[in-house]
T-cell receptor, first 109, second 116 residues
Framework: EDQVTQSPEALRLQEGESSSLNCSYT??????LFWYRQDPGKGPEFLFTLYSAGEEKEKERLKATLTKKESFLHITAPKPEDSATYLCAVHIYGQNFVFGPGTRLSVLP | GAGVSQSPSNKVTEKGKDVELRCDPI?????LYWYRQRLGQGLEFLIY????????KSGLPSDRFSAERTGESVSTLTIQRTQQEDSAVYLC??????????????FGQGTRLTVV
């Protein structure tokens, strides 16, 4: 069964304390893996697409990496405005996007 | 438009009433998705449209739910005889054809539906 899990469920960091979020997937025929950020009361905001193992993408303090079984979202020196829920989604060949449950990140000043 | 637009942003309805939610996708995006997000939960796939192909309705939770799309533009999600468990945020997303490379989906702000 196609499955996407994310860990941890929630993460609290001090401002400047770097960390990583994990997205693990068990799917047949990965078309692409996506990271989104969702703020309370808003729709998910697209961050990155990763298509093949070994690929990396960076944007400001965020860096996403992909292996054959998981993806990591690394947050370097986070700021309070990075607080949000981070969603991982996989796009499966011939099917639709399957989302993970998300990681709620809180960055304390 | 510049982004995916959904209306209304909030809807409060009485149990048993029908509701209609609207989504205007990004111009040129042939793929359109509807998701449901209950409070504190992840995104639950409902239905997918791709051009003039038959929609993928595999995520619709019951026959009270239906959706239509006119060509490659506006889509409406209709919920008949609403029940309290239908209360959620309904999110619409659009993307380029999923057979292409850039298949990332862009989301609207959602419609928050409350059934009382």
């Amino acid at each position: 069964e196609d499955q996407v899990t994310q860990s941890p469920e929630a993460l609290r960091l001090q401002e400047g304390e770097s960390s990583s979020l994990n997205c693990s997937y068990t799917v047949s025929g990965l078309r692409g893996l996506f990271w989104y950020r969702q703020d309370p009361g808003k729709g998910p905001e697209f961050l990155f697409t990763l298509y093949s193992a070994g690929e990396e993408k960076e944007k400001e303090r965020l860096k996403a990496t992909l292996t054959k079984k998981e993806s990591f979202l690394h947050i370097t020196a986070p700021k309070p405005e990075d607080s949000a829920t981070y969603l991982c989604a996989v796009h499966i060949y011939g099917q639709n996007f399957v989302f993970g449950p998300g990681t709620r990140l809180s960055v304390l000043p | 438009g510049a982004g995916v637009s959904q209306s209304p942003s909030n809807k409060v309805t009485e149990k048993g009433k029908d509701v209609e939610l609207r989504c205007d996708p990004i111009s040129g995006h042939t793929a359109l998705y509807w998701y449901r997000q209950r409070l504190g939960q992840g995104l639950e796939f409902l239905i997918y449209f791709q051009g003039n192909s038959a929609p993928d309705k595999s995520g619709l939770p019951s026959d009270r739910f239906s959706a239509e799309r006119t060509g490659e533009s506006v889509s409406t999600l209709t919920i008949q005889r609403t029940q309290q468990e239908d209360s959620a945020v309904y999110l619409c997303a659009s993307s380029l054809p999923r057979t292409g490379m850039n298949t990332e989906a862009f989301f609207g702000q959602g419609t928050r539906l409350t059934v009382v």
